[in-house]
């Protein structure tokens, strides 16, 4: 019988999209090797919306992750979610006309996602969803509406945990369209974490202090913050509810933090500066006496998976960090009132503390004092989802 070739496009638009896309490209890539007597061959093009267009933290994270080039790059930049969403349908529609893939993956729950998922179906083209079901309950945020919509038209829903087919049942989704097969953020983290080893940034920040025979270098206890949300940063009543606890903390322990540059701009705008210490790695002011707010430059994704694999606590108010401080079994306190991953509570270390300064402070100090809290990698996070979803789709396909 002849072999059959199939034309898959994968889609990225944001650097949480190039965590999730690095391990399928991988085991589409080892599919074709392993499965030479199939009937099947996939072909893929990996297109780059251009929606997060900081070409050098592209780039970074590109040559982390060993991504190959984009087969295409849209560049639609900045934008209001409607002018983003719209120029993404535009370019990603005549791209489709042109190529007529038999299959569109689109990952995690950006403008890009939506926007993609949509011209498809419109022109009849299957969509997969990777990370699919996920919900926090919260419409105020501009991803949820994208989760929603985008697991409304898709053909195929690649969902992480139980918990996430259950919202799907709820919402009418048939069966048939749905498969539990893990995470495959966790697919990336696990394959990098010894690449991450080998990243030198504590020494760049002066997080290390070699013992007196000058091996084995011992860490400085610190907490690594991200903070980005609009809900968080664009209120100064809120950032400043959350930097009054932040400021209390790193009386005891330094806070490293990776600034957004739309977070550094509100700091600049609400006039907060004080509260900060510049650093980076060519001018480092940490000492294992130093406390403070530390703001560095934003980080490249090995370099801040070493950081976040030794740090005391993680603050966040990202999504896939949530997943990955449970499986790296590192407290998480998550700066928002609801999360979209209710697994990392009920199974990992994750802790809600939302904007509440108390409770950020009586939380982080637990952990400080050894009191914190203790969890387990759920079922299915093995590090092989990718694999699920290639063999998933090229059977059924």
């Given amino acids: 019988m002849r072999k059959c070739t199939r034309k898959w496009i994968l889609v990225v638009g944001a650097r949480p999209n190039f965590m999730k896309i690095a391990p399928l490209i991988r085991a589409i890539d080892e599919y074709n090797r392993s499965c030479q007597s199939s009937l099947v061959t996939i072909q893929y ?214 600034a957004h540059p739309r977070t550094r701009k509100q700091i600049e705008i609400f006039a907060l500066q004080r509260y900060f210490i510049n650093s980076s790695p060519h001018a480092p002011c940490l000492t294992p006496q130093t406390c403070g707010i530390h703001i560095v430059d934003p980080l490249g994704y090995l370099d801040f998976l070493k950081l976040m694999m030794h740090s005391t606590i993680v603050m966040t108010d990202s999504g896939g960090i949530q997943e990955e401080t449970t499986v790296l079994g590192i407290p998480c306190l998550t700066l928002r009132d609801t999360t979209e991953r209710p697994i990392t509570i009920t199974h990992g270390t994750n802790v809600l503390v939302w904007n509440d300064t108390q409770k950020i402070i009586d939380e982080s100090f637990k952990i400080i004092d050894g009191r914190g809290k203790n969890g387990k990698c759920p079922e299915m996070w093995d590090g092989k989802a990718a694999e699920r979803i290639v063999d998933i789709l090229a059977n059924t396909l």
Avoid: W
């Fill in 45 to 258: 093009q990996l297109i780059h919306t251009g929606q997060h267009y900081d070409l050098n933290m592209s780039d970074s994270f590109f040559r982390d992750l060993s991504l190959p080039e984009p087969n295409a790059h849209l560049g639609v930049g900045s934008g209001t979610h409607a002018e983003q969403t719209g120029r993404v349908m535009i370019e990603f529609e005549r791209l489709l006309q042109e190529e007529k893939p038999d299959l569109v993956l689109v990952v995690g729950d950006v403008n890009s996602t939506l926007a993609c998922a949509l011209a498809s179906v419109k022109l009849h083209v299957p969509v997969a969803h990777v990370e699919a079901g996920l919900r926090s309950f919260d419409r105020s945020m501009p991803e949820e509406i994208n989760r929603l919509l985008t697991d409304a038209i898709s053909n195929y829903l690649f969902t992480p945990s139980p918990d996430a087919d259950e919202n799907l049942k709820k919402e009418g989704i048939l069966q048939n369209k749905i498969f539990l097969v893990g995470d495959v953020m966790v697919d990336s983290l696990l394959f990098n974490l010894e690449k991450a080893k080998k990243s030198n940034i504590l020494e760049q920040l002066n997080l290390t202090q070699k013992t007196s025979t000058g091996h084995c270098p011992l860490l400085t206890a610190y907490c690594l913050l991200t903070l980005h949300r609009p809900s968080n940063v664009d209120n100064k009543g809120a950032f400043l509810k959350i930097i009054t606890a932040l400021t209390e903390i790193s009386k005891r322990i330094p806070i490293i933090f990776p």
